[in-house]
Nanobody
């Protein structure tokens, strides 16, 4: 059974930073795509960072590029999302997700490529 547990969310002022953590069990983070998504009230869930299970490439949409960084610690089986220069529009529930396919390098930029999800952690950025 795969389990993902996020932590590190909270409230911060605009321009501040937060680091989210996602501890994974039942799946080796180094072998599967790992992604971070967010969902604001009344909006669809969107991807904000991802890395494939096959190499060290990363993907970020333009909305967060240069401000967010995804990384993983294989020894701790944990994935991180470092968020800097936060803006009020970054306010959302953030979800960690584990990929559907072993060593996949093609599906990691879309939600369809992910099978297992965490429960989410709230990030609130005030102006």
């Amino acid at each position: 059974q795969v389990r993902l547990v996020e932590s590190g969310g909270g409230s911060v002022q605009a321009g501040g930073s937060l680091r989210l953590s996602c501890v994974v069990s039942g799946r080796t983070v180094g072998d599967y795509s790992m992604g971070w998504f967010r969902q604001a009230p009344g909006k669809e869930r969107v991807i904000v960072a991802a890395m494939p299970g096959s190499d060290a490439n990363t993907y970020y949409p333009d909305s967060v590029k240069g401000r967010f960084t995804i990384s993983r610690d294989n020894a701790k089986n944990t994935v991180y999302l470092q968020m800097t220069s936060l803006k009020p529009e970054d306010t959302a529930v953030y979800y960690c997700a584990a990929g559907r396919y072993y060593r996949d390098s093609y599906s990691y930029t879309a939600a369809d490529g992910y099978r297992d999800w965490g429960q989410g952690t709230q990030v609130t950025v005030s102006s």
